[in-house]
């Protein structure tokens, strides 16, 4: 496990092991927040961004992995019969990833930009689906 601060900011603040380098050669299976929130969601796309990981498999590590050690085995991936949290992210600005709007347990709890969400429907944009 190692914090995702450590890729957002491309290193540790201490100067210890470079998160990303662990995560190339696979020895990470869990990204935490840390001690700072919006760390994870950037750190995924950085991954994605600087070729470590897949997006995909980089969301596993903030998604899925965290979940399945907490035990929460009703949440961390899209699927039938879980919770269906899910965030809608607007990544126009690869590195700068912004929460459009969150589904939790199936309601919708935030929505940051309705306008983008209808702009989104009439614009053609590619699909990216990770759980």
Known sequence: MFGAPN???????????????M???GLCSILAS???YPAPLLAAF???????????QAWDLISAAPARAAGLIDRGVLAEGRRADIILVDDELPL??????????????????????????????KAVVAA
């Not at 890729?7 to 380098?21: I, Q």
């Open 7 to 21: 890729v957002v900011r491309g290193g540790s603040h201490t100067g210890w092991t470079k998160a990303s380098d």
């Open 96 to 125: 700068r990833p912004r929460i459009v709007a969150v589904i939790a347990a199936g309601r919708l709890v935030h929505l940051a930009d309705a306008n983008r969400l209808s702009r989104a429907a009439t614009e053609p944009r």
């Open 46 to 56: 950085r991954l994605a961004a600087d070729g470590v990981l897949p997006l995909a």
């Open 23 to 25: 995560i190339a050669k």
């Open 34 to 36: 840390d001690y700072y």
